[in-house]
Each structure stands twice: as structure tokens, then as C-alpha cells.
């Protein structure tokens, strides 16, 4: 890496869910809310990695619990409607983006990713490298997924929906 401003970030330092800390905190201190599409995202790409977070690090701290209530910090003290709706889109966005790499879907994506091309001016077709990228998020959210106990609430609302 180059000597620039990044040299020096520590990526666990790194801050990823947009709540703030009124909405994530645990005990005073803030926590990324776990289950919100960006934290979907960070637990995901970490797990991808090979790396692991500290169990402080969320307030959704066990994502292999059976339910999102027993999932959460016991401090937590918003656990509400809200929160149990940013956890479903979550978990559901990651799933559904997933899924844009079955080669059923494929007319739809490239249609979508060829409509990029003059606007993107990369190397490369834009349609293979938007499929290599689903492809690889769905690799990695099924690792991920089978990371989890087959009856986590995560596992449980993907095979609802």
C-alpha cells in the first residue's frame, strides 16, 4: 500500500453502520447495530477475509442465535419495531443481491450493466465484471450463511422468503 492517508487506518477501526449513537449503544458506548445492510455488508466482507471482529464490536452480537432478540446485546435498549425491520431488510438486501448471480437473472443484469457502459468508460465489459461481482457476493454470502447455524433467525428468514 502507499504511503498515503489510508496506510495508517486500522480497518477494526473503521466505522460502517450509519446509526448513531442514540440508535446503537450499548451501556454509553456506540456499536455498529450488526444487522443493518451496511453491517450485513462489513460482517460479510470480514468473514470473506478470513478475519474476525471483536464480540463488542455490535450490538447484535450472535448471529447464530435462533431468534433476533436473543441475537442482541442484553443491555441494549432499543430493541424495537424499527430495528427488527432494519435487521429483515438487511439480511434480505444481502440475500437478494445474492441471488442476482443465478443465470436466470442474467438477461435483467446485463441488461442493466450494458446500460453503464458510457457512463462507467472502464476496461473491460461492464456486463462480466458485474457478474463476476455477484457472483462473488453470493460465494461469499453463502459462506457466510454457512457459517451461521442452520437455525439462526438469519438462516430462518432467508428460508421464509
Known sequence: MSDGPWKSLLWW???SCWKRNSWSSVG???RHCGVCAACMLRRVSV???GLAEHPETYVCTNMSAATLESAVHPDFERL???YREYAFAGVLHMHHLATMADPGVRQIVGRHARSLRPVLR???DPEERLVRLLERHADEWRAYLNALKPSSFVNQWIRRN
Open 13 to 15: 477501526t473503521t466505522k
Open 80 to 82: 424495537n419495531d424499527a
Open 28 to 30: 454509553g458506548s456506540w
Open 122 to 124: 472502464a476496461k473491460g
Open 47 to 49: 468473514h470473506a477475509a
